[in-house]
């Protein structure tokens, strides 16, 4: 990775991102369970955070928990009353972020569902819930098409969906790459251009996690249909 991202990336989160015990606590325990360091920057949690504040989310929906580090974030974006529910298949994983999510007092706001996205998504559906306001999207990437259709049957006019990791090192514009995730990722962005239902744009990132990006979805008034 590149210096010059990182000491940005540093400068960056060292002003605007307060030190945190918990959130610092959370990054100690998935590392010492020996969960894989592909969380969120701080300066991007950050971000999480102030998109659901923007947004005014009640009820938010995480696809893709790891050690429960954005989820913390997001939760904490929520009022009184509010709900996240996120979602992993790792068990171990799981368990990592129920513990992260307890010490960080969010155990009675934030449900870590477990099980395979696809499966759960299907159930959610069933359960004919109440819509999120935003969704989180950031599981197995090759499988986003999936997450984002199931995410636009979640939500309701108004609703924000963000897309992590559409960027994977610029291997996006890459039309003959072999990577599963990166043809994921291409078609995404292929069905968000195609989408009626929403106006999206797409960020390239660089910093402490790379070259990535994100891509955020408004869910529009008037077209929504099933
Ligand atoms: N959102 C987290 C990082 C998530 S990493 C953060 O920023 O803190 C991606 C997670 O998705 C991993 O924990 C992985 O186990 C999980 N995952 C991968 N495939 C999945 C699937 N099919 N269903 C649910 N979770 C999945
Ligand atoms: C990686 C990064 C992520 O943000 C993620 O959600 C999954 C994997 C990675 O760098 O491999
Ligand atoms: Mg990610």
Redesign the pocket.
């Known amino acids: 990775m590149e210096e010059t991202w990182l000491a940005v990336d540093r400068f960056i989160s060292d002003l605007l991102v307060p030190e945190d015990p918990v959130l610092e606590e959370s990054l100690a325990a998935a590392a010492a369970a020996g ?2 360091d ?3 920057a701080p300066n991007q949690g950050m971000l999480l955070h102030l998109l659901a504040r923007l947004k005014g989310a009640k009820r938010i929906l ?10 913390i974030w997001l939760a904490r974006a929520l009022p009184e009353g509010g709900r996240l529910v996120t ?4 068990p171990r ?1 799981a368990r990592v972020a129920r513990q992260n999510l307890s010490r960080a007092g969010l155990g009675g706001v934030v449900e870590v569902r477990e ?4 499966d ?1 998504l299907a159930q959610m559906l069933t359960e004919g819930d109440e819509t999120f306001d935003l969704v ?1 999207i ?3 990437k090759r ?1 986003t098409p999936l997450y984002f259709s199931y995410a636009l049957r979640l939500t309701a006019p108004g609703s924000l969906i963000v897309v ?1 990791n559409v960027v994977r090192r610029g291997a996006l514009a890459d039309a003959q790459s072999t990577d599963e995730d990166v043809q994921g990722m291409r078609r995404f962005l292929r069905e968000l251009a195609r989408e009626p239902r929403v106006r999206a744009t797409a960020l390239q990132t660089v910093g402490s996690k790379g070259y990535d990006g994100f891509a955020l979805a408004l869910v529009l008034a008037g077209e929504a249909s099933a």
């Not at 995480?62 to 989820?71: D, F, K, N, Q, V």
């Not at 099980?115 to 696809?118: D, H, S, V």
């Open positions: 969960l894989p592909i969380q969120v995480e696809i893709g928990t790891l050690g429960g580090y954005s989820a979602i992993e298949a790792e994983h099980g395979r996205a696809a759960v989180f950031d599981a197995d499988n992590d």
